[in-house]
């Protein structure tokens, strides 16, 4: 038999140690199919590694792998920590995406120092403006925004379909559905010379320190820890529960839009339909890995980003398909929430004859 | 308008709109059935995904189409399985757990399809199910076609819809399963586990969940394709808050949805010239977040959804 | 076998019976036995172990020592297996819990047909079940609208049903957890009758009370348990309020005495004043709270009380009326502004309105005010000020915790209750609104209680005391007015009121019919 016995207050070393557990029960899970593909597991991983840290080049690539799914994961800790469930950052990031275009590609011309600024703003604020509807929708009318979030993806995806198929499609895009490319003067600067990354990372990095001390230091962090918690004695005790989602919910699609800022304007330079492998999902994993805690988005982030960019590498070595990748995340997915369970509860064993237990 | 009529009286239009409403029939029944024991399955997207790969692969392999639909409704069955032991005896995040359910099945359909086909570039079909010929009723004006001449599947589907219902409302378990969305206290006071009725619904209501994704590969398609459900589990649940948790009324739901989205397909063809695709491609969508706020204000949640039950606390 | 003798008759024991959750014993060596057609009272306060002495004999908890035996068929004891509701029930035992344990969505006949029918049986067959259980009925006084939805039904009839469920099933031994604490004393009268006439056609009943007057009235042996062991086990007839409210709590009890307050002029007053819906829902309340006293309400659960309590907290507006603090308007909008006329709110349930448990002490000691200027500047916590404030709490309300760092979910209720009020009352509000403030504490805390709302009316506040509890209010409030189906009654001075008379506006009837 099973007990489960409430725990006192969780330490960092203790949360920490969950999530690893959990990352590695991953691994070690994702070993069935590695075999059922005809791979030997020690091959499989080696590749693996080698291909997130084998080389400066496959470092930065991890990095910049990891830059938008630090924003998302930002995104879902901060709106799971109010039990806001914004399950939309995929569409978010193409809203943010796509105002990033609209304002980056000559609409206006000024110089970089303006123009970068702009184009940042533009996109967390068409992020955040996606978020605001299921907000309003949840305080307003009580409806559900799980529901409502994911729904949104595919509208906004359609969306962005429509405006490359349409009113900003490339006229010299050979007829693909694609922008217009990023002015120079609007294109974050790269943070290396031939690498790929990019100052999205600075933008993330910055991005979880802010968050960490809004959550930590201030009021509004206070109020958001309060409604999630428990928001019937939140709203007792006065604090403004519906003010308190609608700021939650601008945040986390600010962030998510940002993400989609820095995969247009910092990595590809135009928008396409297919700008995120699901960034926004992946996000969600991360967040959950992260024990919703905005430090530990960015360890989780660069973790969910090795398991994807070694998962490349390993596939185009050998031929297994890179959707090991997502079926490596998502067992850590489940693997965490199972874990979480060891933080919250001391479990025994407790066998169904010999049930005494020394008094403590 | 004429033109509307037209379409509205055709009898092609609601053959479509039942072949249109069938997967979704499938859906809502199986959220439906796990909703009113307490559990919202987020898993929905994945297990018709999971649902949608297996049948297809093992007729694929030589199962046979009925032995696909098994196939199909027990990976339904497993992944919901998963998610039954997460979030009935542990406790744990409904959402969380569903959302990931759904990449987890997902993703592991998508690995076994590209593990066992790694190099083809246009998906393999299979020799589907046909349209039933029922002679006298396929032969019917009007009706027979806009009803008769359905496959199987779509005819199990409405079979379902019947049989839940009476279930729910005629039988000690329907009425266990009643209880335990309600108050699982009341359950368990009567020396009936509330566990094992919660983690029974949830897998039976995976598996019916599976065929609705089964529906698609061996029915509509053919084929299996990347993204192929496209958002039909999240549509699915959205549907069972507008049905209220009934059974007769998520039929009407899902055939309501069916004709729309058929009616906008042939409106699309009329004056798609002027309108871009996409923004009927939305509707369904679109649809679904109306629906929804339709009913927010009176929305009558089983009272016990969401909430875990612990032996013993009260 | 020796012991046979004492054996005859006993329809169930509870044999060395101990539980310990973590540190903390629950039971420890209970032992216990009731025979065929008596009526045990099982006397404690809140805390003494009493439900989780019944959890284990219906199996929702397993005990670490001890096991429990019955006679399923009046002859041998066995021993139950223990852990499993449905072995409790074969055997003949059935338990009405003190939250009811019932399906709102169904109908009664479902709730009591659940369970008794095979799961895979085709179809419920409910037509011999309707027979049997109107001649159940019949016999026993208690009736029911067997169609009727339980959400449809007060909550005398839903105890009904649930004492049907246990009748249904042929239960030998019948349990009721503090049955009375959401019924008027004529209602209760009613059901003392009932479990009379049932005991006298041989069923074995225990209740589980801490009231002593119908402790005394009504059983035919009291057990006393007290910090989870049993202290007493004596007939009914060898025992007095005064003997049977020491061994309760152990040792001689001094009950608060308040002296006479000295009323003010008008504070608060509520005119005319209707909000909600359906059964909770508030009819043109007339209220008018002076400085300087307690104003107690009196009402049976479900009556009105939420939605008044919600209304002064700020949580929900009045749909018409109006509500005056000091001549001036308040409170149509929110929590916030109630806090900021002065208004002190103590809620119903403390858990889920009370405090967030996952933060800290201190966090939860300056929640109302953390917008204020000691607990933050520019909008940066001011985290070393809130901790030095909550440590000065702690020791003024006495507050039993690690630290103020600790989650206040690690606390208990007695201690979650003193949160509450330091953080109110330390504001020195000119209102107090203090809704069920003792339910679920012990002596000891409610005591603590009822000390702070006198000190806050000697000092010149108005107290509005919300509460199921009689002998509470008549012992605090200067006067008391009855809630019934929303309506509220003229308050009277306390008085000149008597038990009797309240019982029966709170039933509905009239002041003249009362008289």
Known sequence: ??????????????????????????????????????????????????????????????????????????????????????????????????????????????????????????????????????????????????????????????????????????????GWPQSEP???????????????????????????????????????????????????????????????????????????????????AGLKGYLTADLSPGFGYSGIVVAMLAGLSPAGVVLAALFIASIFVGADSMSRATGVSNYLADLIVAMALLCVLVSGLFLRFKIRFVGSQTNKEAAE | MTD????????????????????????????????????????????????????????????GLWGGVLVAAMAGAFFGLIHAILTVPLGLSQHVSGIGVTLFATSLSYFIYRTALPDVSSPPRIEAFKPLDIPGLSDLPFLGPALFQQTPLTFLALLLVAITAYVLYRTPLGLAIQAVGDNPAAVESQGLSVYAIRIGTVVAGSAIMALGGAFLTMSAFDAFFFGMVNGRGWICIALTVFASWRPGKALIGALLFGAFDAFQVRLQTEVGSFIPGQLFLMMPYLLSIAALIVVARRADYPRALLVPYFRGQR | MAGLAQDAGVVLRLDGITKRFGALTANGDVSLDLKRGEILALLGENGAGKTTLMNILFGHYVADEGRVMVSPDGTGLSELEPGSPHAALQAGIGMVHQHFTLAENLSALDNILLGTERLAALSSSRAPARRKLEELMARSGLTVSLDARISQLSVGEKQRVEILKALYRDARVLVLDEPTAVLTPQESDTLFATLKKLSDDGLGIIFISHKLAEVLASSHRVAVLRGGRKVADLPTAECDRRKLAELMVGHAIVETMRSPGTPGAPLFVLEKASAGQGRDALREVDLTLKSGEILGIAGVSGNGQTTLARVISGLEPLSSGSMTLEGKGVGQTSARTMIDSGLARIPEDRHHDGIVGAMSVSENLAIEAIRKPENQRLGLLRFSAMRERARNLIKAYDIRCQSEDSPARLLSGGNIQKIVLARTLETVPKVVLAAQPSRGLDVGATSDVHKRLLAARDRGAGVILISEDLDELMRLSDRIAVIHRGHLSEAEASETLDRGSLGLRMAGHSTEDAA
């Open chain 1, 182 to 264: 990023i002015l120079d003067a609007a294109a974050l600067p790269k943070l290396m010379d031939r690498m790929r990354i990019h100052w999205g990372l600075v933008i993330a990095l910055v991005s979880s320190l802010g968050v960490y001390f809004l959550l930590k230091r201030t009021i509004w962090g206070f109020e958001i820890r309060a409604v999630g918690e428990n928001a019937a004695a939140a709203r007792h005790a006065g604090i403004p529960v519906t003010a308190t989602f609608i700021r939650v919910g601008l945040l986390s699609g600010a962030l998510a839009g940002l993400a989609g800022v820095g995969e247009v």
């Open chain 2, 4 to 63: 509307i009529l037209d379409i509205l009286i055709s009898a092609n239009f609601w053959a479509a709109a039942l072949r249109i409403a069938t997967p979704l029939i499938f859906g809502v029944i199986g959220a439906l059935v796990c909703e009113r024991a307490g559990v919202l399955n987020l898993g929905i997207e994945g297990i018709f995904t999971a649902g949608a790969m297996a049948g297809w692969m093992a007729v694929w392999l030589g199962a």
């Open chain 1, 1 to 174: 038999m099973i007990r489960f016995e409430p725990r006192g207050p969780s330490s960092v070393s203790r949360m920490l140690g969950v999530s690893i557990a959990a990352a590695l029960a991953a691994l070690l899970l994702a070993a069935i199919p590695m075999a059922f593909a005809g791979l030997s597991v020690f091959e499989g991983y080696s590749l693996m590694v080698k291909g997130a840290f084998g080389s400066l080049f496959a470092f930065t690539e991890m990095l910049t792998r990891a830059t938008p799914l630090i924003l998302t994961g930002l995104a879902a800790a901060v709106a799971f920590r109010a039990k806001l469930w914004n399950i939309g950052a995929e569409g978010q990031l193409y809203a943010g995406a796509l105002a990033a275009v609209a304002v980056g590609t000559g609409v206006i011309s000024a110089p970089p120092y303006i123009l970068i600024p702009l184009v940042v703003l533009a996109g967390a604020l068409a992020g955040g403006l996606v978020m605001l509807g299921p907000t309003l929708l949840k305080t307003r009318l009580g409806v559900d925004e799980v529901v409502t979030t994911l729904l949104l993806n595919f509208i906004i995806l359609l969306f962005v379909q429509m405006m490359l198929e349409g009113p900003m499609k490339d006229p010299m895009g050979m």
